[in-house]
């Protein structure tokens, strides 16, 4: 069996009495590009949020390389090596793009380092580099409040490459993109997917298949089914609730 | 910095009015401030420019925290007020030892209160209270001036903030710290000389305060530390700490996900603001030879804010022009019809909120983008 970097066992959260995720198992491998479909209200977001600390879990262990998460604060979490782009895109809208990206980058995180934290070419050029890939090599000195939607989900995307996390849980990626965003986000996720291991939210069947190496059905908390994409899509009770209408 | 930055951002830098402001207005300030003022006024004028001046630090501070940490604290009075009242304590007990002065000494004498404040005297305290002792000390009193109200402030404010308690009720819980403060102060008269506060000096460290020299001494001393201190605040803000805040002040959740903890950066942004106005508090009481609970409650702290809106919360230099401004408006209404004071600065508070949110930094900032576009035309 491959090296697991996430296990998530018998995981459950209930906001008064409902159960939104209900005894979830749930294992990604090391270099794995996992995605994780499901209807409205399947408790796919708040999976993600338990994982990256947002939201605390009532019952169950999430373990990140032998690592307890579910103890721990979201920017130790961070610092663990967990990375979390959310569903509508967090950017900072008053800094430039290219300090949105400076200040993912992974050092110097305490006070006083920040304060006297200086760019250095080595961070420039990660920088310049990260831009370029996703597609905003040009507009470093713009102000991210003033870049299109498709643009800061890139943006966003971009900010968690800086922070180099071995873990990247992505919510919806290509919401709100044009057909021709979609096709470069899924070249930048395969790109990107080399030497880290990414779980991807999306209701973009096509969008799925062309980058899920395995898929996670969930439904009303549970998880209904897992495996390739054609495994998935032939399977009855996932036709049913999800896939059927 | 500017040479490492890529070529994009240049053009966006140098078309950005406030950043044009706030490099010329830096020296713009400081001609004002060391030549401008000191040959135009006497020494009166002089002086109550030095007390906006000490209240500018509060202003200077406020901008670092409301405007760029979106921290609205309505207790800047509370630090404020403690450098000025140890400020006070120092000199009260350097009046209080020297015979020559008639800080109630001969009365303190004759009950056999010697080297004792006049106000314990009249209030039946007999023996000067431990904490008061280390103030015969300018050694402990400066030190402890820039050090506990900064450190009380960092743990108060961490304790609060990491208990994601943040917003309106941030201020709320500040405000109710400056009417604590200033009710402690009223009723703790043997100890701290209550309502009127402590006052009468004389000297400090030997400088007679009284004579002109020693007040356009003490006035440059102040605008040169403001300067310094609006050095420090540009210096943060420009720092990636300074992005960090801005991060905060506009997505306080995605912060935490950039692996900050923005609890412990807040707390040190208002450390720092806390350090500010206690170094205006001893300023003050050096000029205006008064610490008082007035200086110290609500209404102190909220015109401080005042300030900082009208000058724009966003510019540091604008939050020095804010309190000099409403400072002497406040003057000239109180010498002309000082009823309508508190009117005058409501009114002035609620303009400011709606039409010029960022303050006359940001109209400034309105007139010359405009001038700009109708040139490009």
């Known amino acids: 069996m491959a090296q697991m970097i996430l296990e998530v066992e018998d995981l459950t959260v209930s906001f008064d009495g409902f159960k939104a995720v209900d005894g979830v198992n749930f294992y990604v491998e090391q270099d794995e590009l996992r995605c994780v479909i499901g209807p409205n209200g399947a408790g796919k977001t708040t999976l993600l949020d338990m994982i990256c600390g947002k939201t605390k879990p009532t019952s169950g262990t999430i373990k990140f390389n032998r690592r307890e998460l579910s103890e721990m604060l979201e920017y130790q979490i961070t610092r663990a090596g967990v990375g979390r782009k959310f569903q509508n895109p967090s950017v900072y809208e008053d800094l430039t793009v290219l300090e949105n990206l400076e200040i993912s980058y992974p050092r110097k995180r305490n006070v006083l380092g920040s304060l006297f934290f200086r760019r250095s070419s080595e961070i420039q050029g990660k920088i310049e580099s990260v831009a370029h890939q996703i597609y905003l090599g040009d507009s470093l000195g713009m102000k991210a409040g003033l870049l299109s939607h498709g643009q800061k989900q890139w943006l966003e995307i971009g900010m968690l490459l800086m922070q180099d996390p071995e873990l990247l849980l992505l919510d919806e990626p290509v919401a709100g993109m044009s057909p021709r965003e979609r096709e470069q986000t899924a070249v930048l996720l395969n790109a990107i997917s080399k030497g880290r291991s990414i779980v991807v939210i999306e209701h973009d069947m096509a969008f799925v298949r062309m980058i899920a190496h395995k898929v996670t059905v969930l439904h009303q908390g549970k998880l209904l089914a897992e495996g390739t994409m054609d495994q998935v899509q032939s399977d009855e009770r996932v036709i049913e609730v999800y896939l059927g209408h | ?377």
């Open chain 2, 1 to 377: 910095m500017e040479n490492v930055l890529p070529a994009a951002a240049a053009p966006a830098a140098k078309k950005s009015p406030l950043a044009l402001m706030e490099r010329w207005g830096w020296l713009i300030l400081a001609v004002l401030l060391l030549v401008v003022l000191p040959l135009w006024l006497d020494v009166f004028r002089l002086t109550l420019a030095a007390k906006y001046l000490s209240l500018g630090f509060c202003a200077v501070g406020l901008v670092l925290i409301w405007g760029y940490g979106g921290i609205l604290s309505l207790g800047q009075g509370v630090f404020f007020g403690l450098g000025s009242y140890m400020m006070a304590m120092f000199l009260k007990l350097e009046a209080a030892s020297n015979p020559d002065s008639s800080s109630g000494t001969a009365l303190s004498a004759f009950f056999g209160g010697e080297g004792m404040p006049d106000f314990m005297v009249w209030n039946s305290v007999e023996v000067l209270p431990w904490w008061w002792e280390p103030f015969h000390h300018v050694g402990f009193t400066i030190p402890a001036i820039l050090l506990i109200p900064a450190l009380s402030a960092f743990v108060f404010s961490y304790a609060v903030f990491r208990k994601r308690v943040g917003g309106v009720y941030f201020s709320i819980i500040t405000l109710a710290l400056s009417a604590i403060l200033a009710i402690m102060i009223i009723g703790q008269q043997g100890y701290t000389g209550g309502v009127n506060g402590i006052n009468d000096f004389r000297t400090f460290m030997g400088l007679d305060l009284n004579n002109d020299k020693a007040k356009h001494v003490m006035y440059f001393i102040t605008v040169v530390t403001l300067l310094g201190v609006v050095g420090i605040g540009t210096f943060i803000l420009r720092s990636r700490l300074g992005k960090i805040l801005v991060a905060i002040r506009d997505r306080e959740d995605r912060v935490r996900f950039s692996g900050y903890d923005p609890a412990m950066f807040k707390a040190f942004i208002y450390a720092v603001a806390a350090l500010f106005s206690a170094i205006g508090g001893a300023l003050f009481t050096i000029q205006v030879g008064l610490a008082s609970p007035s200086l110290v409650g609500i209404v102190p702290s909220v015109e401080m804010v005042i300030y900082a809106a009208v000058g724009g919360r966003l510019s540091l230099i604008g939050a020095v022009y804010g309190s000099l401004i409403v400072g002497s408006a406040k003057t000239l209404f109180s010498e002309n019809f000082v009823e309508y004071w508190m009117y005058f600065i409501g009114g002035l508070f609620v303009f400011v909120v709606m039409f010029l949110p960022e303050g006359l930094a940001g109209l400034l900032a309105r007139l010359r983008e405009g001038k700009n576009r109708r040139e490009n035309v």
